[in-house]
T-cell receptor, first 113, second 113 residues
Framework: DTAVSQTPKYLVTQMGNDKSIKCEQN?????MYWYKQDSKKFLKIMFSYNNKELIINETVPNRFSPKSPDKAHLNLHINSLELGDSAVYFC????????????FGSGTRLTVV | KQEVTQIPAALSVPEGENLVLNCSFTDSAIYNLQWFRQDPGKGLTSLLL?????REQTSGRLNASLDKSSGRSTLYIAASQPGDSATYLCAVRGAGANSKLTFGKGITLSVRP
């Protein structure tokens, strides 16, 4: 019973391609997030959705487009991939407005060649 | 803007030592603070969650303290073991309607047999 699951785990693709990463949580949380971990291992938030509504959009190129079909799913679509997009992308969930912790998925390692 | 600092970036200790990992944050308006562990190439495992009203939390050989007013937290690891070798990440959840989890850059711990 994986709480937050991401697919795929690894993704290798060429520059210029479009790719998607999927995330699902079964914790009943109302808020989901995408975080990016760069080559220096620093984790930074990209987006946050609460009940399918975008509530946090950090300074991220508009080639990145999150989509939340329902509160249990948050997908990340990336257009025109660039070398600098190579990183590990983590999905997470929590309950907004409450003092609960975050639960993270196992990450998707994206390599752009 | 919340900033989380973890110093030093790396630490190497002999097995059996008790050690303290430090974390500081700039904005004391937080819901909670969470310590995570990340093994190389793996996801984030939540170790301890301390609510803003709490002073400490304990789990096994781990004890985390929080001094919200001074913007500091410590993770105490008793009787360290080689299996404790990993990167330890401190993250604070800001208070407010659209709060987010802000991470430090982590401390990479190596416990020598």
């Amino acid at each position: 019973d994986t709480a937050v699951s991401q697919t795929p785990k690894y993704l290798v693709t060429q520059m210029g391609n479009d790719k998607s990463i999927k995330c699902e949580q079964n914790l009943g949380h109302d808020t989901m997030y995408w975080y990016k971990q760069d080559s220096k291992k620093f984790l930074k938030i990209m987006f946050s959705y609460n009940n399918k509504e975008l509530i946090i959009n950090e300074t991220v190129p508009n080639r990145f487009s999150p989509k939340s079909p329902d509160k249990a799913h948050l997908n990340l679509h990336i257009n025109s991939l660039e070398l600098g997009d190579s990183a590990v992308y983590f999905c997470a969930s929590s309950q907004l407005g409450q003092a609960g912790g975050y639960t993270f998925g196992s990450g998707t390692r994206l390599t752009v060649v | 803007k919340q900033e989380v600092t973890q110093i030093p970036a790396a630490l190497s200790v002999p097995e059996g030592e008790n050690l303290v990992l430090n974390c500081s944050f700039t904005d004391s308006a937080i819901y909670n603070l969470q310590w995570f562990r990340q093994d190389p190439g793996k996801g984030l495992t939540s170790l301890l969650l301390i609510q803003s009203s709490q002073r400490e939390q304990t789990s096994g050989r781990l004890n985390a303290s929080l001094d919200k007013s001074s913007g500091r937290s410590t993770l105490y690891i008793a009787a360290s073991q080689p299996g404790d070798s990993a990167t330890y990440l401190c993250a604070v959840r800001g208070a407010g309607a659209n709060s987010k989890l802000t991470f430090g850059k982590g401390i990479t711990l190596s416990v020598r047999p």
